[in-house]
């Protein structure tokens, strides 16, 4: 999981950790929906990465809790039966509920973006699970060094290939503008429901 605000680098990281860990990892890997998620989960196969990029932007916080949270501990079992790597992003943590998160690995927060070198500066955390408590914590990863164990408090990713920006940003586009052709029929009652009308100020006017 990825958190961050706005423009901090969750995507770009994601992408990249994709690279790293998946050769034949692509544009074809990322999911902006809950059902391409799905539909990606079908035809992927043990070892491969998949990205689920801005999770519930395209229901909103409220309903993305309230609908997706229902099948989202079953996306994850689904994930570790398939033996697949999920990368998710989100702009904050409690858009998903606490059996879900028990369900994570890792926790990245993204820090910022270093412009200068070119890259994304993140916290990592391992995710702790007290199975006789069930307390749930994240905690900073330990590696071995020839002077001793080190805590790791910041780790830098650099930026995607060129190739997989491009083919994502084409990706994104689109699916942006179709959430907002989805937004366009649901205001104009085109999808069978009750067009929107906008409420009439009844007030009187002010002298």
Do not use: C
Request: charged share 30%; net charge positive.
């Amino acid at each position: 999981m990825i958190v961050g605000d706005t423009g901090s680098g969750k995507s770009f990281t994601a992408l990249k950790i994709g690279e790293l860990l998946d050769p034949d990892f692509n544009a074809k890997n990322v999911a902006f929906s809950p059902l391409e998620l799905i539909q990606l989960i079908k035809i992927s196969k043990p070892g491969d990465v998949v990205v689920m990029d801005e999770a519930g932007i395209q229901f909103g916080a409220r309903n993305f809790m309230s609908r997706s949270n229902k099948i989202l501990s079953g996306i994850f079992q689904a994930f570790r039966f398939k033996q697949i790597i999920l990368i998710w992003t989100l702009p904050d943590l409690s858009m998903i509920d606490i059996t879900a998160r028990r369900l994570l690995h890792t926790y990245i927060e993204t820090i910022g973006v270093d412009y200068k070198h070119e890259q994304t500066v993140v916290k990592w955390f391992d995710v702790k699970i007290d199975r006789w408590t069930g307390e749930y914590k994240h905690v900073y990863p330990r590696i071995m060094t020839s002077e001793g164990p080190v805590v790791v408090r910041t780790v830098r990713f650099g930026k995607p290939s060129d190739e997989l920006i491009e083919a994502y940003e084409q990706k994104k586009s689109k699916a942006f503008n179709e959430m907002l052709d989805n937004y366009e029929k649901v205001l104009l009652g085109e999808d069978g429901s009750e067009p929107l009308k906008e409420k009439k100020n009844k007030g009187k006017r002010l002298k």
